[in-house]
């Protein structure tokens, strides 16, 4: 966005959200606001309904899961605050403008924020899959279930401290002529790429 759009922009975010607002910041000409969990539903609908905003449209929701965030260097401070956060990407047709929105579940331990599907129906699956790959649940939702991972899968792939092998394999046991589950067969492992490259190569690029 034009240095001028985004100005003004911020400039209607904090007059119209005043103290729900956490956190408001510009960079690399994108705006991301973070509120807090307990105004989402309220805040939303602002952000949709006010004429200065006009935030219409859904075009991305997802987790993040902040455990083990920075901290990969001596001189980086490893992150301080809430584990999981669902992330919103919005725009504004009519003022030709995006935002992101950031909120933190305030539980680590059961990460749960409200479900914006009445504000913007096209969360309906992407809260679905945020809740499938990190576990947040989405109070509110009509239809919160799995919706890439089995029914019986155990545990959230996208969670930082999900085993890469996962907790269980999925077989079809002969027997019982059927699909069971049974612990997972392969030895965890961390798999480093090992790249070989000729004598002088690139010289010549």
């Not at 083990?68 to 669902?86: I, M, N, P, Q």
């Not at 030895?187 to 690139?202: A, D, L, S, W």
Request: charged fraction near 25%; glycine fraction near 6%; proline fraction near 4%.
């Amino acid at each position: 966005m034009s240095t001028k759009r985004i100005e003004k922009m911020s400039s209607a975010l904090h007059r119209i959200l005043t103290d729900k607002i956490v956190s408001l910041n510009e960079s690399l000409g994108e705006l991301t606001l973070v509120i807090h969990s307990n105004d989402l539903s309220n805040a939303v609908e602002t952000l949709r309904d006010h004429a200065d905003l006009n935030f219409d449209t859904l075009m991305d929701l997802c987790g993040v899961d902040y455990s083990h965030y920075g901290g990969t260097s001596a001189s980086d401070s490893e992150w301080v605050g809430k584990r999981f956060a669902v992330v919103y990407h919005l725009l504004s047709i009519k003022h030709n403008c995006r935002l992101r929105v950031k909120v933190f579940a305030e539980i680590d331990e059961m990460p749960v924020v409200n479900s914006v599907i009445k504000i913007w129906p096209a969360a309906n699956w992407f809260e679905r899959e945020a809740f499938d790959l990190y576990g947040v649940v989405f109070s509110g939702h009509p239809d919160l279930r799995r919706i890439l991972t089995d029914y019986g899968f155990i545990g959230n792939p996208f969670r930082k401290d999900f085993p890469l092998s996962g907790n269980v394999e999925m077989i079809y046991d002969e027997e019982q002529k059927r699909v069971i589950y049974q612990p997972v067969s392969i030895e965890p492992r961390e798999i480093t790429p090992h790249v070989i490259r000729e004598e002088h190569y690139g010289d010549n690029l």
